[in-house]
Structures are given as C-alpha cells and as structure tokens.
C-alpha cells in the first residue's frame, strides 16, 4: 500500500491565483482531513469527511473547498490564494470517525503565497 | 475541546527511558487521551492511545493517572529516531475525529 500520497510536494503561487492540493488513499479508509501547519504551530484542522458525499468544516474552513466523489481522493481547493495561506499543508486518513481509530498522515504539500 | 498543557522541551540521552508529561484537568469521562508524534519534515505520526488503563505498544507506554488528569508517554529507549515533537490530544469518544493540536513537546536525543 501506498498509504496516504499528496501532490504536489512544493508549490508557489501568486496573490489571487486558484489551486487544487491532491490528496489520496489506498486504504478503503472512509473518514479523511485536511490540517494546516503554520511555523512553529500545531496543525489546525481545515475541512473533513466522513465518507464520500459527505464534508464538514473544520477549525479554519475560509478560502477553502473540498468534495468527496470518490472514496480515495479528497482534495483541498484554494479559490483565490492568499499569503495567509502560506503554509504547510497535511491530509490524514482513518477506517472511520471513531475515536480509537488511528490517523494516517500523508507527507504534505508545502505552499508558498507571494 | 478540552485543554492540554505540555512542556515546550524535553531532551533524554540515547538508549535511556523518556518520560513525556502532559496535563489535562478539564478532561471529561468521554475523552480519550491520544499522542501523536512529528518527525522533522514528516507528517504526524500515530504513538498511542488510551482512556482509563495504562497501555503498551510496540513503540511506547502511556500511562494514566487515576484521576485522569494527567498522563505520561513513556519511550523505554530512545533512540536517535524518536527525536520529534510529540502531541498530546484528547478526543471525544463520540463525534468527528478532530485532532487538535497544541504546541506539543519537542524532544531532543542525545548520542
């Protein structure tokens, strides 16, 4: 199992320009989220689903899309980037919302805002 | 969410036992005390978790005051490998799986 990919690794934007940050699984996991690291911070969660069709918000959702059609994939779209969005960005999946159950993080993409 | 209170820092020697503190005395009967670890330039990683008892995994030991107030990670030989800032969170036992973390301890091991 690949686990928890995301693409890309590093990606610089301009003031306004839109993006979509890739996040997949191979685990037949139902629940996935969307965190946000600033430096020196923990992670913030941002958006979350519990199955496909199925989002929430999470703890810091503005400027911030996502969609679940499908059980692997769940990406994160920027609409119009800011540089408060620099940062450094991490999907995670687990089996389901349970408590118990273990979060899988990806790698994470690091984002740059000019 | 209730709070965690965490060490900045911690640093240990390498091969020797780490004792990894973290307070929580607003926790209710519901949460469940979970430690996340990040390596440098990593994603979180997964420790451990518990509610009540004290629990050992291939990778370390929490254990649990009887008040649940409070709770240790305990690395019994630290490795080079275990240098990371490890969070302490706490997680409702129904509802969405929102971690929220805090600052965490950054450990540091010493050859």
């Known amino acids: 199992n690949a686990g928890v990919t995301q693409t890309p690794k590093f990606q610089v934007l301009k003031t306004g320009q839109s993006m979509t940050l890739q996040c997949a699984q191979d685990?037949?996991?139902?629940?996935m989220s969307w965190y946000r690291q600033d430096p020196g911070m923990g992670l913030r969660l941002i958006h979350y689903?519990?199955?496909?069709?199925?989002?929430d918000q999470g703890e810091v959702p503005n400027g911030y899309n996502v969609s679940r059609s499908t059980t692997e994939d769940f990406p994160l779209r920027l609409l119009s980037a800011a540089p408060s969005q620099t940062s450094v960005y991490f999907c995670a999946s687990s089996w389901d919302r349970a408590y118990y159950n273990e979060q899988f993080f990806g790698p994470g993409t690091r984002l740059t805002v000019l | 969410d209730a709070k965690t209170t965490q060490p900045n820092s911690m640093e240990s020697n390498e091969e020797e036992p780490v004792h990894l503190p973290c307070n929580h005395s607003?926790?209710?009967?519901?949460?469940?005390i979970h430690w996340y670890r990040q390596l440098p330039s990593q994603g979180p990683e997964y420790v451990i978790h518990?509610?009540?008892s004290n629990v050992n995994n291939r990778m370390a030991s929490l254990a649990i005051a009887e008040d649940r107030k409070s709770s240790t990670l305990i690395l019994h030989r630290a490795t080079l490998r275990d240098a990371a800032v490890y969070y302490c969170?706490?997680?409702?036992?129904?509802?969405?799986?929102?971690?929220?973390f805090g600052q965490g301890t950054r450990l540091t091991i010493n050859p």
């Open positions: 685990m037949n996991h139902e629940y």
């Open positions: 607003t926790i209710s009967g519901t949460d469940y």
């Open positions: 969170i706490l997680l409702l036992i129904q509802g969405a799986q929102k971690l929220v």
């Open positions: 689903s519990v199955g496909a069709g199925i989002t």
């Open positions: 518990g509610l009540t």
